[in-house]
T-cell receptor
């Protein structure tokens, strides 16, 4: 399968613990996006990378959230001191952009987080 | 805020065409119309996109009005596996995707 992959697919944690999610984009895609989706809502943008540079962060991304893409390939999203309100599906998408043509974002299966 | 409005829900009989409307009256010249769908507990799946011409692929057809203020996604022969939330989005390259609540399509046997 050459699509976007995410790991883990499900995570249950206790309030106050730290969690880290991984996203592997489609090979050679230079842009990577993180979104969050709560029950009954559409996904909401969190942050975006072009290669290893984090170019935009949503106000939804509090200080407890940090994302990295150290080598311009896979990315990690860490949530520190989790709160029950962090319970959501965390989605990753990737695209091949910057060539002057319209890019399409392809989404992974998501990581579903439950904070108890 | 999302730049599109869609009906909250729709039903379609299995085997019939599903026509999902979308209004995007404030679309700008460099923005494309994209459709994604999300089957329960999965990530959004890309379906189709277009700028101003009608488009067709193996999954669906996209009809965009001449003034580009609205569009219709057509699933020619809906099956039970097409039951999902369908999102209509306008986006330019590069840009983050802003999702609205979408249309919940139920395909009925």
């Amino acid at each position: 399968d050459t699509g976007v992959s995410q790991d883990p697919r499900h995570k249950i944690t206790k309030r106050g613990q730290n969690v880290t999610f991984r996203c592997d984009p489609i090979s050679e895609h230079n842009r990577l996006y993180w979104y969050r989706q709560t029950l009954g809502q559409g996904p909401e943008f969190l942050t975006y990378f072009q290669n290893e540079a984090q170019l935009e962060k949503s106000r939804l991304l509090s200080d407890r959230f940090s994302a990295e893409r150290p080598k311009g390939s896979f990315s990690t999203l860490e949530i520190q001191r989790t709160e029950q309100g962090d319970s959501a599906m965390y989605l990753c998408a990737s695209s091949l952009g910057g060539g002057g043509y319209q890019e399409t974002q392809y989404f992974g299966p998501g990581t579903r987080l439950l904070v108890l | 805020d999302a730049k599109t409005t869609q009906p909250t829900s729709m039903d379609c009989a299995e085997g019939r065409a599903a026509n999902l409307p979308c209004n995007h009256s404030t679309i700008s010249g460099n923005e494309y119309v994209y459709w994604y769908r999300q089957i329960h507990s999965q990530g959004p799946q890309y379906i189709i996109h277009g700028l101003k011409n009608n488009e067709t692929n193996e999954m669906a057809s996209l009809i965009i009005t001449e003034d580009r203020k609205s569009s219709t996604l057509i699933l020619p022969h809906a099956t039970l596996r097409d039951t999902a939330v369908y999102y209509c989005i306008v986006v330019s390259s590069y840009d983050k995707v802003i999702f609205g609540p979408g249309t919940s399509l139920s395909v009925i046997p």
